[in-house]
């Protein structure tokens, strides 16, 4: 069974520009959360989803929105960016929100911003 | 003051060591406690999944929680070099009202010498 698959691997943007990161979780698996993790420190929560309504935000700007769609993939969008968003952006799935303990992780998103 | 302090090492041992790997935490709503595994350039591998105070075991992995000192602790016996990766811990709150919202610990760097 394909595990949680996120695109594209690595991206290269400059300041100012708009970002879209795309997550498909594992089958089965109905919710979707979004972490940041910044280099040398541990991810950090950015959102959470569950049949395609949000479920929790962490503490980041509104230039970061996300959504999920009926198929349960994912997308998060960052606007404007800064070069402090340069990170690598993690998606996780679970079977439900009341099971988010156990999550599991894709291989994320490498984003530069120049 | 961090919700969740861990030392970031790097940790460098022998082969066959016993690693001793620590959390600490301030927030008392912590009741999920888990251990996850980072290999450089991919997503978080969870490793070890606890409930409230108490030992759990896995194989060459031992994991210990001691809410009343808000401290929880890894324990690799006979480590390998294929341990070498940077090990996060990870705490979230109780199931109700949960929005899958973990906590992460910064990580420590483990280094398994052959």
């Known amino acids: 069974d394909a595990g949680v698959t996120q695109s594209p691997t690595h991206l290269i943007k400059t300041r100012g520009q708009h970002v879209t990161l795309r997550c498909s979780p594992i089958?089965?698996?109905?919710?979707v959360s979004w972490y940041q993790q910044v280099l040398g420190q541990g991810p950090q929560f950015i959102f959470q989803y569950y049949e395609k309504e949000e479920r929790g935000r962490g503490n980041f700007p509104d230039r970061f929105s996300a959504r999920q769609f009926p198929n349960y993939s994912s997308e998060l969008n960052v606007n404007a960016l800064l070069l402090g968003d340069s990170a690598l952006y993690l998606c996780?799935?679970?079977?439900?929100?009341?099971?988010?303990?156990?999550?599991?992780f894709g291989s994320g998103t490498q984003l530069s911003v120049l | 003051q961090k919700e969740v302090e861990q030392d970031p090492g790097p940790l460098s041992v022998p082969e066959g060591a016993i690693v001793s790997l620590n959390c600490t935490y301030s927030?008392?709503?912590?009741?999920?406690f888990m251990w996850y595994r980072q290999y450089s350039r991919k997503g978080p591998e969870l490793l070890m999944y606890t409930y409230s105070s108490g030992n759990k075991e896995d194989g060459r992995f031992t994991a210990q929680v001691d809410k009343s000192s808000k401290y929880i602790s890894l324990f690799i016996r006979d480590s390998q070099p294929s341990d070498s990766a940077t090990y996060l811990c990870?705490?979230?709150?109780?199931?109700?009202?949960?929005?899958?919202?973990?906590?992460f610990g910064q990580g420590t760097t483990l280094q398994v010498k052959p």
């Open positions: 996780a799935s679970s079977l439900d929100w009341a099971t988010n303990e156990k999550l599991f």
């Open positions: 089958s089965g698996h109905k919710s």
């Open positions: 990870a705490m979230s709150a109780s199931l109700s009202g949960n929005t899958g919202k973990l906590i």
């Open positions: 927030n008392s709503a912590f009741q999920y």
